[in-house]
């Protein structure tokens, strides 16, 4: 088993986040894709560093979370300040188009093909 | 099992339902990766606390969310959520289904009344959604039972499928595939 998130020191989060708590805009949503665009460098916070070695292939939002056992929320800060910094680039989701907010048939044709293979 | 280079687009789908449901089951079985499970903590201002104490209640709580992957094809990657579907959970709702491509509701006919809230919300957000009714051995009710008992419109897909099993699971998201492409095309020819 191993231990819960709310189970750990709430320091630790805080250190993670330098005390931040959230971001303030919507940069991204659990299934936005991160790419890094390079190597650590010496010196840098861990978790960043870990980030930047987990997206050498591209690694949604939420695969990450998991992955450094930490909330989305706070992962999302952590992804803030590498985009800032252009070190990794983030592939967004198709957004739906305002008016329906249900996604275009072709794209779905593709989905149903895609679940069809499997 | 890192994602191919070419992935541009991440998609989701939500599988809601009560505890002990098969959501994660339902992942599992179609799912590409091993279910990753992760947790969102949300920390709300305390509601009708006394602020003249100068400090500001806050309560902090805590949703884990298991999840897992289908790579569709080059650029496309489904990723398949199992939420939680009781009340006390709406706030994870929003961010979850932001952008979803739509949702399954998985139903278990010893708790129905479970499933009443999630259909409800999913409603109010104007999430398309089809049920499942997840069986195990001898069916107890039919599909227009269980249709009569929640109260579904007759536009919405219901199915019987086995959560265990990954024909079935692959089933019932082309039937939501399905439904979203009528929908879409329907919307279309309207517009």
């Given at each position: ?15 993670v986040t ?85 996604p ?13 293979n499997? | ?45 305390g ?8 400090v ?49 509701v ?9 499933s ?7 409603e ?30 007759g ?13 079935s ?23």
């Amino acid at each position: 088993m191993s231990p819960r998130l709310e189970d750990e020191v709430p320091d630790r989060l805080y250190m993670v986040t330098g005390g931040r708590s959230s971001v303030t805009d919507d940069a991204f949503d659990l299934v936005t894709l991160i790419v890094s665009e390079g190597d650590p460098t010496p010196g840098m916070q861990s978790e960043h560093a870990r980030i930047l070695r987990l997206c050498r292939s591209p690694m949604a939002v939420v695969e990450i979370a998991a992955e450094l056992r930490l909330p989305v929320s706070v992962v999302c800060i952590l992804l803030c300040d590498l985009l800032d910094t252009g070190r990794i680039t983030a592939r967004n989701p198709r957004p739906a188009p305002a008016e329906t907010r249900l996604p275009d048939p072709d794209m779905l044709k593709q989905v149903l093909v895609g679940l069809q293979n499997l | 099992m890192p994602l191919r280079s070419s992935a541009t687009t991440g998609l989701k789908i939500v599988i809601v339902g009560g505890f002990g449901v098969g959501k994660t089951t339902m992942v599992k079985s179609v799912s590409e990766i091993r279910p990753l499970s992760t947790e969102e903590t949300m920390t709300r201002a305390g509601i009708g606390v006394d602020d003249a104490q100068g400090v500001e209640a806050k309560s902090t709580t805590t949703v884990a969310f298991d999840f897992g992957r289908i790579s569709l094809n080059d650029e496309l990657v489904l990723y398949l959520f199992g939420a939680p579907g009781q009340e006390r959970f709406w706030f994870l709702w929003d961010r979850l289904f932001s952008g979803t491509l739509g949702a399954v509701v998985l139903v278990d006919t010893r708790r129905l009344a479970d499933s009443w809230y999630a259909i409800d919300r999913l409603e109010h957000h104007g999430t398309p959604f089809v049920v499942a009714h997840n069986q195990f051995g001898e069916p107890t009710h039919t599909l227009d039972q269980i249709r009569d008992a929640l109260d579904l419109s007759g536009d919405v897909p219901l199915v019987a499928c086995d959560a265990r099993r990954r024909e079935s699971s692959k089933a019932v998201l082309i039937t939501l595939v399905n439904h979203l492409h009528a929908l879409s095309s329907a919307r279309q020819v309207t517009s």
